[in-house]
């Protein structure tokens, strides 16, 4: 089991940034990649940003230059800094936790809103 503890949402104007905060814990696999999904009403989840064990990062096109994604290892912690948030980014965001091993094996936070006020 892996627990994820995620934090940091919250409403923002236009322009301005926050920072999102995911805790992991429990049975960390040593191969894993944190990451970060958002899910907007009506919509399908999908991929905001994620980051490997060995620090190898993907992001959406519609967050690049936008957004980072960082980890603190010692502390099992994933980050994603939003900068320059636009409307659109109004969504309930996500962490997860994905096992690469074979078969694979995700976990998800329970999932922090973020509300962009244009």
């Known amino acids: 089991q892996v627990q994820l503890q995620e934090s940091g949402g919250g409403l923002v104007q236009a322009g301005g940034s926050l920072r999102l905060s995911c805790a992991a814990s429990?049975?960390?696999?040593?191969?894993?990649?944190l990451g970060w999904y958002r899910q907007a009403p009506g919509n399908e989840r999908e991929l905001v940003a994620t980051?490997?064990?060995?620090?190898?990062?993907i992001y959406a096109n519609s967050v690049k230059g936008r957004f980072t994604i960082s980890r603190d290892n010692a502390k099992n912690t994933v980050y994603l800094q939003m900068n320059s948030l636009k409307f659109e980014d109004t969504a309930v965001y996500y962490c997860?936790?994905?096992?690469?091993?074979?078969?694979?094996?995700?976990?998800w936070g329970q999932g922090t809103q973020v509300t962009v006020s244009s």
């Open positions: 997860n936790y994905r096992a690469l091993v074979v078969p694979s094996y995700d976990y």
């Open positions: 980051i490997t064990s060995g620090d190898g990062t």
């Open positions: 429990g049975n960390i696999f040593r191969n894993h990649v």
